[in-house]
C-alpha cells in the first residue's frame, strides 16, 4: 500500500513564526501536493510538484513556500504564520502519466496564535 | 478556482437507505474522481470515472457522469453507519493536478 505521512498531526504556532510541514511518500510517485482545507471552502491547492527540485504554483500559493529536494520529501513552508493559515493541511501525492488516483496523508491541523 | 461543487452540502438518512450526493463542475475534463473523508483524516479515493465512461460500479457506489451537463453523481445504495463522512469530487483537467468541490457531508443513522 501507498503511505503518505506527514510529519506532525497536530501543531500550535505564534505568528510571525516559521513553519515546516513535511510529507514524505515510499512509492517513487512522480507528483506531490500541498492542499489546504477548510470548513466551506473544500480542498484548495496551494503548491505542487511533478519532480524533484520543480514546482508549481497552485491556487492560493501566497504566503507559502515549498522544498522538494529528494523525490520522497515534499516541504511546506510558511515563513512568518498567520493567523489566516490556522487550517488542516494536506499533502498528496500520484504515479505519473495523467490519469490516477491521489493518495493523501492524514493531515495536518495548524492553529496560530 | 473551484471546479467541482457538490449538493447537497449536507445529508442525513437511516441505515438501509440509499444515498446521492451530485457534483457539477466548469470546464471540459479527463476524468472525475470521488473521495471520502472521515472527520479529521485524509481523503481516501473511491472511484474514478473518465470523460468517455457514462456509469461506473464499485461495490455498493455507483457514479454517472454526463459531460453536456457536466454533472455527476455518486450513489451509495444500502448505506451503513460506517458510511458518515464527507464525500468529494474532484476533475482532472490534464494538467496533474486535481481541482476539488467543497464536498457533501453524509450522516447515517443506525
Known amino acids: 500500500d501507498v503511505k503518505v505521512t506527514q510529519s506532525s498531526r497536530y501543531l500550535v504556532k505564534r505568528t510571525g513564526e516559521k513553519v515546516f510541514l513535511e510529507c514524505v511518500q515510499d512509492?517513487?510517485?512522480?507528483?506531490m501536493f500541498w492542499y489546504r482545507q477548510d470548513p466551506g471552502l473544500g480542498l484548495r491547492l496551494i503548491y505542487f510538484?511533478?519532480?524533484?527540485?520543480?514546482?508549481e504554483k497552485g491556487d492560493i500559493p501566497e504566503g507559502y513556500s515549498v522544498s522538494r529536494e529528494k523525490k520522497e520529501r515534499f516541504s511546506l513552508i510558511l515563513e512568518s504564520a498567520s493567523t489566516n493559515q490556522t487550517s488542516m493541511y494536506l499533502c498528496?501525492?500520484?504515479?505519473?502519466?495523467?490519469?490516477?488516483?491521489?493518495?493523501f496523508g492524514e493531515g495536518s491541523r495548524l492553529t496560530v496564535l | 478556482s473551484q471546479q467541482g461543487e457538490e449538493d447537497p452540502q449536507a445529508l442525513s438518512i437511516q441505515e438501509g437507505e440509499n444515498a446521492t450526493m451530485n457534483c457539477s463542475y466548469k470546464?471540459?475534463?479527463?476524468?472525475l474522481q470521488w473521495y471520502r473523508q472521515n472527520s479529521g483524516r485524509g481523503l481516501v479515493h473511491l472511484i474514478l470515472?473518465?470523460?468517455?465512461?457514462r456509469e461506473k460500479h464499485s461495490g455498493r457506489l455507483r457514479v454517472t457522469l454526463d459531460t453536456s451537463k457536466k454533472s455527476s453523481s455518486l450513489l451509495i445504495t444500502a448505506s451503513r453507519a460506517a458510511d458518515t463522512a464527507s464525500y468529494f469530487c474532484?476533475?482532472?483537467?490534464?494538467?496533474?493536478?486535481?481541482?476539488f468541490g467543497t464536498g457533501t457531508r453524509l450522516l447515517v443513522s443506525p
Open positions: 498528496a501525492t500520484r504515479g505519473g502519466g495523467d490519469t490516477g488516483e491521489l493518495f
Open positions: 512509492m517513487d510517485h512522480e507528483n
Open positions: 510538484s511533478y519532480d524533484v527540485k520543480m514546482k
Open positions: 470546464t471540459s475534463i479527463n476524468n
Open positions: 470515472i473518465r470523460s468517455n465512461e
Open positions: 474532484a476533475t482532472d483537467t490534464g494538467f496533474q493536478k486535481l481541482v
